[in-house]
């Protein structure tokens, strides 16, 4: 069964890039790149389609090469929320939408062929699948590090009414947290 999930890396105090949207905070803690990522390989080997906003594409494709795309993510497709034209990237299964997450998150469940749709960020977009209810699991490494603005993991209300922790573990610096995603309230 296809299971929508946004894994991500935080800060103790809930933001996942700065007020510019960099992630150098992440590199810069110990192990970010050995210890914390040792869980990515297994988790996207379940992946069969996924998700990004705008902000985060244009991040992923100023600091990645095409290179680097193929070799993270393959020919898996992704799909990328705009409301403007974005260059592509070279040799990526890309397709650029707006609008509406549900007929979006539908068309992404079928390319995922029974694997699992990762929601990559940022926040606001994770957040518009949770307000649709197609949200199931946050994956979530937090890292030692606290901003005190930045963009946010998730600018919503997610009471503990709509999650459940399902796992917690230790790699290094990062604690990772897994919580399953209830339904909104009707």
């Known amino acids: 069964m296809t299971r929508t999930q946004y894994y991500t890396a935080t800060t103790v105090d809930g933001y996942i890039a700065t007020e510019d949207n960099s992630l150098r905070w992440l590199f810069e803690v110990e192990g970010a790149d050995g210890e914390a990522s040792e869980g990515f390989g297994p988790f996207f080997s379940q992946v069969g389609a996924f998700a990004m906003g705008a902000t985060t ?3 992923v494709r100023e600091h990645e090469s095409a290179v680097m795309w193929r070799d993270a993510y393959g020919d898996t497709p992704c799909w990328v ?3 403007r034209d974005l260059p592509s990237i070279e040799g990526a299964n890309l397709h650029f939408v707006r609008g509406d997450v549900r ?3 539908r068309t992404m469940a079928e390319a995922a062929g029974g694997r699992n749709i990762w929601l990559v960020g940022g926040g606001e977009l994770v957040g518009a699948f949770a ?3 197609l949200l199931d699991e946050l994956i979530l490494s937090v890292a030692p590090v606290t ?3 930045g963009a946010p993991l998730l600018p919503r209300v997610l009471t503990s009414k709509r999650l459940r922790l399902t796992s917690v573990r230790q790699s290094g610096q990062f604690a990772s947290l ?5 339904p909104p309230a009707e």
């Open 57 to 59: 594409y244009e991040w």
């Open 81 to 83: 929320f705009t409301t």
């Open 103 to 105: 007929p979006v998150h």
């Open 131 to 133: 307000d649709a209810g």
């Open 147 to 149: 901003l005190g603005a």
């Open 178 to 182: 897994t919580y399953e995603v209830g």
